[in-house]
């Protein structure tokens, strides 16, 4: 059965400095798809990235970066340089074919950043 | 680019009323639509998905009932409402490219 953990319940940090946030998940599917969410105060999420299981390059997208690896299972997301408006709840996400599947979610992050 | 609406925004009802939260879709055709729930704290809950017209799939037995009228229009129903339907009501939107984009969500406290 698939399963996304998110061990860190919240992380608190102080501006300017680097977090990252851990995503592990269970597939027994070869293709596959994750993805981060954000959900800032107001509740909204906010899709930030998708990733597919063949493609484990890292991305970089201004202060966030992606590092997935498929051989423990993880893809993690840093952000570098953190700042206040990058409090909110991080979400990590899996799903299997066919396209249009439901998403499977792990339990989310609380990032709090203070300055 | 897809718009979704979710109404209302915020809604108090007391155990035992009715609800439907409606959910529209601008900016696309024939999509894949999803609700979810959140609780307090905790993660999302998928439980209705849609892949068209009058076509719903169940994710969770509850007392809870979704509907699609129309191409773009998804309705989240109950007959009765109990105190553990209290939550935060998420519409979401999939297409062929995997990601689902969500609504802006309804905040519904049972009392």
């Known amino acids: 059965a698939q399963k996304v953990t998110q061990a860190q319940t919240e992380i608190s940090v102080v501006e300017k400095e680097d977090v990252t946030l851990d995503c592990v998940y269970e597939?027994?599917?070869?293709?596959?798809?994750l993805f981060w969410y954000k959900q800032p105060p107001s509740g909204e999420l906010v899709f930030l990235i998708r990733?597919?299981?063949?493609?484990?390059q890292n991305e970089i997208s201004g202060r966030y970066s992606w590092n997935f690896q498929k051989s423990t299972s993880s893809f993690n997301f840093t952000i570098t340089a953190s700042q206040v408006v990058d409090s909110a709840v991080y979400f990590c996400?899996?799903?299997?074919?066919?396209?249009?599947?439901?998403?499977?979610f792990g339990k989310g992050t609380t990032l709090s950043v203070s300055s | 680019s897809q718009t979704i609406h979710q109404w209302p925004a915020t809604l108090v009802q007391p155990v035992g009323s009715p609800l439907s939260l409606e959910c529209t879709v601008e900016?696309?055709?024939?999509?894949?639509l999803y609700w979810y729930r959140q609780a307090a704290g905790r993660g999302l809950q998928l439980l209705f998905y849609?892949?068209?017209?009058?076509?719903i799939s169940s994710e969770v037995p509850q007392n809870l009932s979704a509907s699609r009228p129309q191409d773009r229009q998804f309705i989240l129903s109950s007959k009765k409402l109990l105190l553990s339907d209290s939550g935060f009501y998420l519409c979401?939107?999939?297409?062929?490219?995997?990601?689902?984009?969500f609504g802006p969500g309804t905040r519904l406290t049972v009392t």
């Open positions: 996400a899996l799903s299997e074919l066919p396209a249009g599947t439901a998403l499977i």
């Open positions: 597939t027994r599917d070869t293709t596959y798809y």
């Open positions: 990733r597919n299981s063949f493609d484990e």
């Open positions: 900016g696309t055709s024939n999509p894949n």
């Open positions: 849609s892949v068209g017209i009058g076509q």
């Open positions: 979401a939107v999939g297409e062929q490219s995997y990601e689902q984009y």
